[in-house]
């Protein structure tokens, strides 16, 4: 199995990039962040500080996440129910962020992430997949782009979702998140050594796509 490990800060565009090249090399797209969004979703509904360890640990063995496909696109089901459409809010990144900082959530995940690739050709996007989940993957790549843009950007998917914030506060989130990610003492946010970095801050949607797939042809095509 051919296994893509795209890693990056939030707001690089990991996730509408790796879907499209997905869909362009048929390999199967999976969304590590949606896995932690559930379990910060769960935190949520249950009233849970998501920064109480203790608390988050206990709940954990009370919730079964899933993934699914419909039509290719990827669904998250959070004890049998489908949240995939519940996931995004600012409410729910930044305790995705906090959750993602303790290790037992981190292991909670982590065979669920294995298996999918173990059985599908993947694309994969998080924080920690070439540095950790799959270290072997046979392509690596570190994407990011810089903050004030990254910022831009989310602002304006937010908006289109009909999601209503202001500038200031989204490029506080995304800093914030980059802090978290990038400082946690488990699996933090790092480029790989062996991962190709590829920064699209000056790159519209299309470059970006034929950027990581000149990567992948690359890695790939000389097997
Ligand atoms: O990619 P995203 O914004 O949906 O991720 C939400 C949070 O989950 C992010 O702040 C960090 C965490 N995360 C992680 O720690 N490891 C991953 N592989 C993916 C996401």
Request: hydrophobic share 40%.
């Amino acid at each position: 199995m051919y296994a893509v490990a795209i890693d990056g800060p939030a707001g690089a565009g990991k996730s509408t990039i790796s879907r499209a090249v997905a869909q362009k090399i048929g390999f199967l797209y999976v969304d590590t962040g949606a896995l932690y969004r559930a379990v910060a979703y769960d935190m949520l509904e249950n009233r849970i500080d998501p920064s109480d360890i203790h608390a988050v640990c206990e709940r954990l063995a009370h919730i079964t996440v899933r993934l699914g496909y419909e039509n290719g696109d990827q669904q998250i089901y959070l004890n049998g129910k489908n949240i995939t459409e519940k996931i995004r809010t600012p409410q729910i990144s930044a305790a995705a962020s906090t959750v993602s900082s303790i290790g037992e959530v981190r292991q909670f995940l982590f065979s669920l992430q294995q298996d999918i690739a173990r059985e599908n050709h993947i694309i994969m996007d998080g924080r920690d997949i070439g540095t950790v989940v799959l270290p072997n993957a046979q392509v690596k790549i570190y994407l990011t782009a810089d903050v004030e843009e990254r910022a831009r950007r989310r602002f304006v998917e937010l908006q289109q979702k009909g999601i209503h914030t202001d500038f200031e506060e989204v490029l506080a989130d995304v800093k914030r998140r980059d802090e978290n990610d990038m400082n946690r003492s488990i699996a933090p946010l790092r480029q790989a050594p062996d991962a190709v970095l590829v920064n699209t801050s000056h790159l519209n949607f299309d470059q970006s796509v034929r950027a990581v797939l000149a990567v992948i042809e690359e890695r790939i095509g000389r097997e």
